[in-house]
């Protein structure tokens, strides 16, 4: 009986379930802010901006069309798709000699002068707070350029008028910067003392041309109006590799000011190194407008249009370097074009159509601008 009824006894049964699911999985995702979408690869993730990604991958598309027009365009016009394929060697000899050795090496200065400009406009802009702070209207282009013709003046080489830009852009930062206070919330003495600056620049600059040699005057022209005739390809190298340092930094940078909305005390307190941002904003700057007078001269207005241009674009929310320095490239080589093209066969400098075009807009930037009030 009692093997019987162990035998009939009810027995549990065993049913299989799935695992439960550990604690990762019933993790809620973390809240994304808006207009950003979470990027995870592996243990790492990035928020990455929706608008200004699209916004940048669009402009950048344009600015392939652009570069391709410009390639195309000249006494020999090209299909503009020929004139793209002859950039890399594939074509008819006549369209590659007519694109790489003619047409090419202007339209890489005018991009890479473009860049450097609108990433200098960008980081100067928000650093001072104020859309009307640029390497234009500080002195650092008036700094350079005065350098830059002392050096053709003085002692004419193949290599000096880059170091010599630089040290006139760095000096004419360092006089604003010491005089004007700063570049943070005193943005607005910062801009009038970099007036000041450039006007003191500029009459040295005119000055040396009155009292030069002809032929060094001439030879200084180009960069007290601004021109990509002719550009020496050693000085545009050291233009392209300037930006591929400072553009990396540019970026990096433009991250940790948009902490700089706020007061010094709340940045300090988010972790921000306020001085050392600053200096670190100037040095980049510096570095390109040096760099890119020393190659076309002080192209006015790409350094104001550009980031304006980009900032419509991107959106507030971030700081568009990237989007800036696309847009000052697109900027630079429309005005490049239109030198060329508008009175052909006579060719207008690209600084004087950027003069032309940038002075109703920058009028019109002044009447709508309202300075802040700051406690």
Known sequence: MNDTAANHA??????ATPDAPSAEARRPAPPVPPGTRLLALGGRSVLVPVRPLIGCTVLLLALVVVTA???????TNLDP???????????????VLLVEKLRLPRAEAALAVGAALGVAGCLMQTLAQNRLATPDTVGFNEGATAFAV???TGVATQLLPSAAALAGAATAASLAFALGGGAGRNGYRFLVVGLGVGAVFGAVTNLMLSRAAIDAANAAFGWTVGTLNSRDADTVGHLELGLLV????????GRRLSLLRFSDAVATGLGVRVRGLRIGVLVVSVVCAGLAVAVAGPLGMIALAAPEAARR??????????????????FTLLADLLGRTILSPIEVPAGLVTAVVGGPYLLWLLLTTRPRRTA
């Open 69 to 75: 027009v410009c390639l195309a365009v000249g006494e």
């Open 150 to 152: 002392a050096s053709v």
């Open 246 to 253: 400072c553009l990396p930094a540019a970026v990096l940078l």
């Open 10 to 15: 009810p027995t549990e049964d065993v049913v």
């Open 313 to 330: 674009i991107a959106g507030p929310r971030c700081v568009p370097v990237l989007t800036s320095a696309a847009a000052g490239a697109a």
């Open 81 to 95: 798709v020929t004139a793209l394929r002859a950039a890399f060697g594939d074509g008819t000899a006549r369209d």
